[in-house]
T-cell receptor, first 110, second 116 residues
Framework: GQQVMQIPQYQHVQEGEDFTTYCNSSTTLSNIQWYKQRPGGHPVFLIQLVKSGEVKKQKRLTFQFGEAKKNSSLHITATQTTDVGTYFCLFSSNTGKLIFGQGTTLQVKP | DTGVSQNPRHKITKRGQNVTFRCDPISEHNRLYWYRQTLGQGPEFLTYFQNEAQLEKSRLLSDRFSAERPKGSFSTLEIQRTEQGDSAMYLC??????????????FGQGTRLTVV
């Protein structure tokens, strides 16, 4: 079935360093969403990307959707301890269900 | 609070017992999703509804699992004859899906099931 591969699984960074997580699909996606889940919490919506080559920014977070709409990335500039959590990409399958990537867990050392 | 509400928040049950969880979505949302999440893993799709119609159920889901959304509002997820492997966090999410619109999902706090 449809799925995306999300890498890396874990990332440990020093506070102030940058962080990037990637999602790659073998099929073209109609859109992709990104969510953040804090330890012990539930996934919280960050953004949705729809257009080919789309780039959106939210403060220190930059989201990209590839030209072929098969890959996406989330980049955090100058990480802070509040960025700790697991970041998931999520996409709509051709049957309408929402499928999560495997997630990237970010640890930030102060 | 007008977010997605799940009850109970925690459930401890003995193996072999039946359990039922409830999800109250955001009121105008037409889609409702159920996921299962175990520690260190991403949420795994279980099933979803468009209004009262159950559109898809995971093939990984055994017949012990059933979900309903009788009036297109709240939903229940029942697990019969629970097994220790059913221990997990069960997440519910809802979204308002319109043609060409945003499909962001709003998640509840989840129900943590422990089967002893």
């Amino acid at each position: 079935g449809q799925q995306v591969m999300q890498i890396p699984q874990y990332q440990h960074v020093q506070e102030g360093e940058d962080f990037t997580t990637y999602c790659n699909s073998s099929t073209t996606l109609s859109n992709i969403q990104w969510y953040k889940q804090r330890p012990g919490g539930h996934p919280v919506f960050l953004i949705q990307l729809v257009k080919s080559g789309e780039v959106k920014k939210q403060k220190r977070l930059t989201f990209q959707f590839g030209e072929a709409k098969k890959n996406s990335s989330l980049h955090i500039t100058a990480t802070q301890t509040t960025d700790v959590g697991t970041y998931f990409c999520l996409f709509s399958s051709n049957t309408g269900k929402l499928i999560f990537g495997q997630g990237t867990t970010l640890q930030v050392k102060p | 609070d007008t977010g997605v509400s799940q009850n109970p928040r925690h459930k401890i049950t003995k193996r072999g017992q039946n359990v039922t969880f409830r999800c109250d979505p955001i009121s105008e949302h037409n889609r409702l999703y159920w996921y299962r999440q175990t520690l260190g893993q991403g949420p795994e799709f279980l099933t979803y509804f468009q209004n009262e119609a159950q559109l898809e159920k995971s093939r990984l889901l055994s017949d012990r699992f059933s979900a309903e959304r009788p009036k297109g509002s709240f939903s229940t997820l029942e697990i019969q004859r629970t097994e220790q492997g059913d221990s997990a966090m069960y997440l519910c999410a809802s979204s308002l899906v319109t043609l060409g619109g945003r499909t962001e999902a709003f998640f509840g706090q989840g129900t943590r099931l422990t089967v002893v």
